[in-house]
């Protein structure tokens, strides 16, 4: 990997660690479900492998049950708009030229 290569991996990969969800117990470090959906909606246009991008849409579609609540809907908005404009360019055109199950949820959240 070149160095663009590795800025480009390590801006992708701070979307996970934006907000996380804390057990009371053990500290447990995952990313929260709006970041996750963000960073997958992200590397879907960059995927070459067919198979790993059907992965990450089904990723997707079992974490919107999430974000039936208010409190979610605002996180995954808010993760949004602390993206850069490319990023959610990027994220708006996925939505729009691909007709996922999630395609409209997502829009009517981000907009």
Not at 10 to 38: E, G, M, T, W, Y
Not at 45 to 70: C, P, V
Not at 71 to 88: A, D, F, I, P, R
Request: net charge positive; glycine share 2%; aromatic share 6%.
């Amino acid at each position: 990997m070149d160095k663009t290569q590795v800025k480009l991996l390590h801006r992708v990969l701070s979307v996970l660690h934006k907000n996380k969800v804390l057990d009371s117990l053990i500290v447990i470090r995952i990313p929260h479900p709006a970041c996750f959906v963000l960073h997958k909606l992200i590397i879907i246009s960059k995927r070459t492998d067919k198979g790993k991008a059907s992965k990450d849409i089904q990723q997707i579609e079992s974490l919107m049950h999430f974000f039936n609540s208010t409190k979610e809907l605002n996180t995954l908005k808010e993760v949004y708009g602390m993206l850069s404009k490319g990023w959610q360019k990027r994220i708006k055109i996925q939505l729009t030229n691909n007709h996922y199950s999630f395609s409209d949820s997502i829009r009517k959240i981000i907009t």
